[in-house]
């Protein structure tokens, strides 16, 4: 019997920082968070980004509002 994952999609828009402080030089900052959360699709692009995997690593992975 295969099980189907609930899969979750985040689009984040992030403003107030410049993409290059963000990402990293060589998105060197955006592979540390790629590692951190190797199960999820990390997709950036300017300032969007989009993080993709199952719902609750999704979930886990997308910023708190604070």
Do not use: C, W
């Amino acid at each position: 019997m295969n099980i189907i994952e609930a899969i979750s999609e985040i689009h984040l828009t992030i403003e107030a920082i410049d993409p290059l402080i963000l990402y990293g030089e060589n998105n060197v900052k955006l592979g540390v968070l790629k590692k951190a959360f190797p199960e999820l699709s990390i997709l950036a692009r300017g300032n969007q980004v989009k993080i993709s995997g199952n719902k609750k690593d999704a979930q886990n992975a997308k910023p708190s509002s604070n």
